[in-house]
């Protein structure tokens, strides 16, 4: 299809401007097709991007540059025309200025390459819930990361139209090449973190993204769309588009309920969307990892869609034993980044279950080192970078849920959120109100992973809803958007049809630095309390933070004493009156007057029963 064959009079404009300004050789409109993909393959191994994997069918590892590895949150912009909206905890640029600094980098930034336009779907195609995108990109390597993790095609432009809305979704790797010259085996990017930029601009749905080849900085859908822009979107129309994974449960009497969780970038939305229970009878099956777009139906319950296709996962870490799910997932038509390349063409990475086979192994940087004989990770010294990642077709999932692609969405009877946290927050506790719920939400802490660029490892960072990078506008008003949605479900009479809320944490430490609490598969036995509290079943105490487990309503997994399981289900009250105070003074302080007055309340009613 050509440029000039595009029946939205929108968008044909749109590409037309962009290839003005910046002069690629070529114009491609993906079609979205097998061939298409190997097409960019042929053309990513021959400028020595790619290597395919000699024991993974149809499965390639690519290097990124050392400086492209992550989401870079410094880099990344809120542009609404107030700088009030984009709020305390977002980048914001005045948007004609930023408009214009970009427009002068994007001139010419395609010379030599070919332009690639991609219509895609988040969320099945035509779904009331799903919204379209096209983004415009440089990048071979992001195409075929977006086929996987979205639905790219002549059918997106059949439901767009003449006049449909889209987000459109501009993106350049910013490095032209000369006549003659090509990438031979160096990721192209913007080496210079400073001169990235990836740029949302809120009030128009807009994305411009430069510099960056990595993951969200690049796959447009992904972070930019459905979540910055989303935000946005579901704050205008009243819906809701989250950072959390969806699974489905089903008890051993195939009683079965829909569970939506917000977990931190690297916290274990992955694992959990596909874990394998330990609790005999129980299964849990996968609708989406990463991200949730919700909407009302009209028996008042919550309807939700995974609006990606694939999974872009967190490789380090991921073993047979620990997401034996995700591993079946790769084993074909999977895209790898920056991971150890074995001797024998496979990848590896830390904890990656086995040692790699052979006497050398290809690091993610290119150099070669002697192959490790365990899969332990030496700091400073991994073969695998803790951020690499594998992109793998969800259908591969061997517990995909059979609805997983269903327009309508699946409806959601409880929430989590939860972070990394070594000390104070307990295993599970159920929030004694909607209202209670958003404040467990609002104060989420973790340590910070290597998800993001330039940020310190391991420090307590307030990440609200786990969506502290991803809100596209300002954080107190996601907080009352949240707020309005349960008081109008409880003003209609329909506030029992609210999803339950609860909050987790897998990552409890013990003096010895050791995780308290084994997590994976034995998390079922969370999930399977939560279940039951959904069903109101009478298995907790009533606290001071919330309400907390009962004593043995969670079995004790193997290896866990009595009285490890009594301190990760109660309530430490020392810890609990600093959480309180570091979240007045240092966290809800930020908001100024955009706080619903309603949070400070709970947090005053939990602290007046610590110290009761
Ligand atoms: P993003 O894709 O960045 O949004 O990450 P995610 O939330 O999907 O995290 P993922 O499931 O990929 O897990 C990240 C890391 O946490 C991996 O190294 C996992 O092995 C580890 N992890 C996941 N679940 C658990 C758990 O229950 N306990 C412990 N200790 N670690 C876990
Ligand atoms: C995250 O950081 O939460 C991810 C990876 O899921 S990325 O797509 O790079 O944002
Ligand atoms: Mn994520």
Not at 314 to 328: D, I, K, L, R
Request: charged content about 25%; some cysteine.
């Amino acid at each position: 299809m050509k440029v000039n064959e595009l029946k939205h009079a929108g968008l044909k404009k749109w590409v037309e401007d962009n290839v003005a300004l910046m002069t690629p050789d070529s114009v491609e409109i993906c079609d979205g097709s097998k061939g298409e993909y190997d097409r960019m393959l042929k053309i990513l191994v021959s400028a020595g991007l790619a290597t395919p994997l000699k024991k993974r069918p149809n499965s390639y590892l690519f290097r990124s540059d050392p400086s492209d590895v992550a989401r870079a949150e410094s880099r990344t912009f809120i542009s609404s025309k107030n700088k009030d909206d984009a709020g305390p905890t977002n980048n914001w640029r005045d948007p004609v200025e930023l408009k214009q600094t970009m427009s002068g980098l994007y001139k010419g930034c395609m010379k030599g390459r070919t332009m690639y336009v991609i219509p895609f779907s988040m969320g099945p195609v035509g779904s009331d819930i799903a919204k379209i995108g096209v983004e415009i990109t440089d990048s071979p390597y992001v195409v075929i990361n977006m086929h996987i993790m979205t639905r790219v095609g002549k059918k997106v432009l059949d439901v767009l139209g003449k006049d449909g809305f889209f987000v459109p979704c501009l993106h350049s790797i910013a490095k032209p090449l000369n006549p003659g010259e090509s990438d031979n085996g160096k990721w192209p990017c913007e080496p210079d973190v400073e001169k990235k930029y990836i740029s949302h601009f809120p009030d128009t749905y807009e994305i411009w993204s430069y510099g960056s080849g990595y993951g969200g900085n690049a796959l447009l859908g992904k972070k930019c769309l459905a979540l910055r822009i989303a935000s946005a979107l579901a704050r205008d129309e009243g819906w809701l588009a989250e950072h959390m994974l969806i699974l489905k449960i089903t008890n051993p009497k195939k009683e079965v309920k829909y569970l939506a969780g917000a977990l931190p970038s690297a916290c274990g939305k992955t694992n959990l969307a596909m874990l394998v229970p330990t609790l005999k009878g129980w299964k849990v099956e996968t609708i989406g990892d990463d991200i949730a777009w919700m909407k009302f139906g009209k028996d008042g319950r919550l309807y939700a869609i995974n609006p990606e296709a694939g999974f872009f996962g967190v490789a380090p870490g991921t073993s047979e034993q620990s997401n034996y799910n995700a591993m079946q997932s790769i084993k074909k038509n999977s895209i790898f980044t920056n991971c150890g390349l074995t001797e024998d063409g496979d990848i590896w990475w830390e904890q990656i279950g086995y040692g790699a086979p052979g006497k050398t192994i290809i690091d993610w940087k290119g150099n070669e080192k002697p192959a490790p004989k365990t899969d332990k990770a030496v700091k400073g010294e991994e073969i695998a970078h803790a951020n690499a990642r594998f992109t793998a077709p969800a259908n591969q999932c061997p517990v995909i849920a059979k609805e997983w692609q269903d327009p309508k969405g699946v409806p959601i009877s409880a929430f989590l959120f939860g972070g990394r946290r070594a000390t104070t927050i307990p295993l599970v506790n159920q929030s004694k109100s909607w209202v209670h719920g958003v404040f467990m939400g609002s104060i989420t802490g973790s340590e910070i992973t290597a998800a993001a660029l330039d940020l310190k490892e391991g420090s307590v960072r307030r990440d609200p809803f786990a969506m502290l990078p991803f809100c596209g506008y300002h954080m107190g008003d996601y907080f009352n958007h949240w707020l309005k949605l349960g008081k109008k479900a409880e003003d209609e009479g329909k506030g029992d049809k609210l999803p339950k809320i609860f909050f987790v944490n897998w990552f409890r430490k013990d003096k010895d630095g050791h995780f308290m609490w084994p997590g994976y598969g034995e998390n079922s036995r969370v999930l399977a309390w939560m279940f039951d509290r959904c069903d109101n079943k009478d298995n907790f105490v009533e606290t001071a933070i919330g309400k907390l487990p009962k004593t043995g309503a969670i079995e004790a997994p193997p290896g866990v004493s009595a009285e490890i399981m009594s301190e990760l289900c109660s309530v430490d009250t020392e810890g609990w009156k600093n959480e309180i105070s570091d979240v007045r003074d240092k966290h809800y302080a930020k908001f100024g007057d955009r706080l619903p007055k309603v949070l400070y309340d709970e947090l005053d009613a939990i602290e007046k029963r610590l110290n009761s």
